[in-house]
């Protein structure tokens, strides 16, 4: 049987392997896990977007092929862009995609051939290096790092190398690392495209989960991002849709034009129950992200107390659904750390090098434990003494 050699790039899913080391804990212990490992949030949309896909789903006509979007959705993702960013968009500078994912793993088969250079942060997110994988490009990672905050410094980037690159991955919030970036970093970053003639894919799934009193922003408010990129946006997250999958691609007219006629000719749209519960959410839901993001900053809280406590000391994220947390300096790495730490106490985190070298004295925690269950893992890790060690 023929393999594809480009198979060979891509290894079996942390989260794959984390389920399994789960199962065999509990049952060799009889016990649970407490899981921060999978981003997969555990809280509900509100009943009217629920009520609407309801709705929508009894209606026959909509089972038919979606082909494009909803106008509704269009003139919807128009308003929220501009009310919410201060962003304009006319509808050709929309795309409905089923979450970013979709996005993140196919779009550079349309911006790319194979074997051109894509630029990714490292740590990443996985599917920023998987999709320029998937459509057979070379990656060059640029790394994130702790004395900068973890936001890119543009100068660490050789020039010989910036100047064979054809586009560039980035995303702030930042998972997995939590960080934010000031508005001079995106001012830098277009000037940055503008002169090595790069695309920029900015990625802002967690717009909306921005902690302490801050806002965030969209790379498309800047003064000549849509010259040079588009970002891409998600209501998994903000409105409890990840299973549904809705998200959207908008800006640069070319950008999104060529990944339109990729996307036309690979599937047939989003499911039109999902579209409608969207506008819902983006119309009507608003007060639903105010509390959503409290009940993470909440749970971000209760992390960096309990764990505390235990001899954990965790930064408090300044975003996403997220921690990002040293490991102790006895353990090889993050990996060995993972597997002492589930043994020693059912608590199931995600080695910070599965998104790269970079992350390879952290590991990820997930926000999507309830705050009895962060104080129970906080006594657990205290009974374990493994920060004491």
Known sequence: MYKAKKMNEFGTSIFTELKIMKQEYTEKTGKDTIDFSIGSPNIPPVDSIVEEMV???????????????????LTTVQKWYHNRY???LDTDQIICTSGSQEALSTICLALCDPGDLVLVPDPCYPIFQDGPK??????????????????LDLKDIDPEVAKQAKLLIISYPNNPTCAIAPDSFYEELIDFAKQYDLMVIH???YSELVFDGKVGKSF?????AMDV??????????????GARLGFVVGNKEMVSLYRKLKSNMDYGVFLPVQYAGIEALDHCQEAIQATRQAYEDRRNALVK????????IPASAGTMFAWAPIPDVYADSNAFVKDLLKKTGIVVTPGQSFGAQGMRYVRLALV???NRIQEAGKRLAVSGIWRQ
Do not use: H
């Open 134 to 151: 998937i459509a057979s490009c070379k990656v060059s990672y640029m790394p994130l790092k702790a004395e900068n905050d973890f936001v």
């Open 306 to 313: 309990y764990f505390g406590q235990a001899g954990w000391t």
């Open 86 to 88: 201060g962003v304009d």
């Open 203 to 205: 990625d802002n799934a």
């Open 369 to 371: 434990e309830d705050i």
């Open 229 to 242: 990129g588009i970002e891409l946006n998600s209501l998994s997250k903000t409105f409890g849709l990840a």
């Open 220 to 224: 498309l408010s800047f003064d000549g």
């Open 55 to 73: 709705t929508q789903i009894q209606r026959p006509a909509n089972f038919k092929y979606a082909i494009s979007e909803l106008p509704e959705m």
